[in-house]
């Protein structure tokens, strides 16, 4: 299993979607998606989650940044 990280390359904001997608092997817009309607029907709940998630999960590493790009 891989471990959970901000994307580097594929954020909006901060990353956290690009890097649940990457995690979870599905497109990152489907993540988006979600997030901003349970956002909206959760009264800010999913919202505040998302920040708090922004803060704790650690940003991808260099290395792995670099590696993607080098494996063509």
């Known amino acids: 299993m891989t471990k959970l990280f901000r994307s ?3 954020k909006k ?4 979607c690009g890097g649940l997608a990457r995690t979870l092997n599905i497109d990152a817009t489907l993540i988006r998606l979600l997030v901003a309607v349970t956002a909206v029907f959760s009264f800010g709940t999913v919202a ?5 998630a922004s ?4 940003k991808e590493p260099i290395t792995s ?3 993607d790009y080098h494996s063509f």
Do not use: A, C, N
């Open 8 to 10: 580097e390359r594929d």
């Open 48 to 52: 505040l989650i998302y920040i708090v």
């Open 13 to 16: 904001l901060t990353g956290l």
């Open 55 to 58: 803060l704790i999960v650690p």
């Open 65 to 67: 940044f670099t590696d």
